[in-house]
Nanobody, 119 residues
Framework: QVQLAESGGGLVQAGGSLRLSCAAS????????MGWFRQAPGKEREFVARINWSYGSTYYADSVKGRFTIARDNAKNTAYLQMNSLKPEDTAVYYCAAKRTPDSPYDNWGQGTQVTVSS
């Protein structure tokens, strides 16, 4: 099992920036990909970005491409989501999640951190 803990959420004005962190503990050697997801009130959870834990390759949802950057620090077992040019529609609870193989589901999730962007 991998335990994940997000931090860094908060209230920010439109156009501002936030950096989320996701600290991993436990069987971190088993992590293949770390992803960020978000869920806004009344909406389904959606994919935001992911990073290959070993190689650092990244992939983004179209809605955040060019504004958000995912990164990781293997020595600290921590993933980051740098969010710039934030919009009110980015308001959501943000979750990090981990998967162990390319074909496995995301089966380890953090508790989430609230991001609120005011207009």
């Amino acid at each position: 099992q991998v335990q994940l803990a997000e931090s860094g959420g908060g209230l920010v004005q439109a156009g501002g920036s936030l950096r989320l962190s996701c600290a991993a503990s436990g069987r971190t050697f088993s992590v293949y990909v770390m992803g960020w997801f978000r869920q806004a009130p009344g909406k389904e959870r959606e994919f935001v970005a992911r990073i290959n834990w070993s190689y650092g390759s990244t992939y983004y949802a179209d809605s955040v491409k060019g504004r958000f950057t995912i990164a990781r620090d293997n020595a600290k077992n921590t993933a980051y989501l740098q969010m710039n040019s934030l919009k009110p529609e980015d308001t959501a609870v943000y979750y990090c999640a981990a998967k162990r193989t390319p074909d496995s589901p995301y089966d380890n999730w953090g508790q989430g951190t609230q991001v609120t962007v005011s207009s």
